[in-house]
């Protein structure tokens, strides 16, 4: 599992389902990991990191791919290491 050691993943799709069980999954390696988490419903995302571990290396971003420019999206976030659809 040091293939997630001290990187930045963003996460779309976080609020349900294999998203949300992916931010529990990586929370919970302990590896410095820092997580973006992505979905439309803001309220969903803040219950996911609530309810995860490693809370403080969490970062929300409401984000509606289908209404938005999502190359414009991953320049903003240069520096990401891994995308996890």
Same mark, same amino acid.
């Given at each position: 599992? &040091?293939?997630?050691?001290?990187?930045? /993943?963003? =996460?779309?799709g976080?609020?349900?389902?294999i998203? %949300?069980?992916?931010?529990? $999954?990586?929370? &919970?390696?302990?590896l410095d990991t820092? /997580?973006? =988490?992505?979905?439309?419903?803001?309220?969903?995302? %803040?219950?996911?990191?609530? $309810?995860?571990? &490693?809370?403080?290396?969490?970062?929300i971003?409401?984000?509606?791919?289908?209404?938005s420019?999502?190359? %414009?999206?991953?320049?903003?976030?240069?520096?990401?290491?891994?995308?996890?659809?």
């Amino acid at each position: 599992m &040091n293939y997630f050691k001290n990187k930045t /993943i963003w =996460i779309t799709g976080a609020s349900s389902g294999i998203g %949300e069980e992916l931010v529990y $999954a990586l929370s &919970n390696l302990n590896l410095d990991t820092k /997580i973006i =988490i992505s979905a439309r419903r803001i309220e969903e995302l %803040e219950r996911v990191k609530k $309810a995860s571990q &490693n809370q403080e290396n969490i970062a929300i971003l409401p984000l509606d791919l289908a209404q938005s420019d999502f190359e %414009e999206q991953k320049k903003r976030f240069h520096f990401l290491e891994k995308l996890i659809f």
